[in-house]
């Protein structure tokens, strides 16, 4: 396996600040990893690596084939002041901003608080309007016998087919008098009494 080996330093801080906009920014006032204080201006020497497979002659199939070995960088991070020292894995800490979704933008100024009221009330709104008006229709929904009504009804249909106009305007007044007078429409769809 071949090595060569490129040290690079003053590539990337050891630990920065993600922000919604903009770009990450390198913290000085921070610990890096294994609690040392991070130094200001200090940004760990990088060793760069690119590595190839031993291929045997034969395998590799001579010189032309040279595009055909396998190579990959290999990337570590060096200690500071010890050049002599094994280079180890990179180490990165990343402090990012908590952020809201832009749709919930307007609720995050006003904090928790603000988004249980408007959970709270859009539930009552949705509450409200499915009970909105029920009082109103309760009394034509929620009838006992409506036999009597329909069997009204199809006289309507069955006059207004034959032609005999008299007789359903008067079956027509009487349904209109029978839903304006709530004791009247109590009277008409009570349970028949079977003896």
């Known amino acids: 396996m071949n090595d060569h ?43 760069i690596r690119l590595r190839q497979a031993n291929v045997s002659r034969g395998a590799a199939g001579g010189a032309g084939d040279q595009a055909l070995v396998p190579q990959w960088w290999v990337v570590e991070e060096c200690q500071p002041g010890r050049p002599q020292a094994p280079c180890q894995s990179i180490e990165m800490v990343v402090f990012n901003d908590k952020v809201s979704p832009p749709s919930l933008g307007f609720l995050a100024g006003y904090g928790i608080v603000g988004l249980y009221m408007s959970v709270v009330l859009v539930i009552g709104k949705f509450v409200r309007e499915f009970f909105n008006g029920i009082s109103r229709s309760i009394m034509f929904e929620d009838l006992p016998c409506v036999d009597r009504v329909l069997k009204l009804c199809t006289d309507i249909f069955v006059v207004r087919e034959t032609g005999v106009l008299e007789l359903e305007e008067q079956l027509f007044n009487k349904l209109i008098f029978l839903y304006r007078s709530p004791e009247t429409m109590i009277k008409m769809t009570r349970e028949k009494k079977t003896d």
């Open 5 to 47: 080996q490129v040290p690079a330093a003053q590539i990337h801080p050891g630990v920065s600040r993600t922000r919604i906009q903009g770009c990450a920014q390198a913290q000085t006032r921070a610990l890096r990893p294994g609690g040392q204080p991070a130094q200001p201006g200090a940004v760990p020497p990088l060793s």
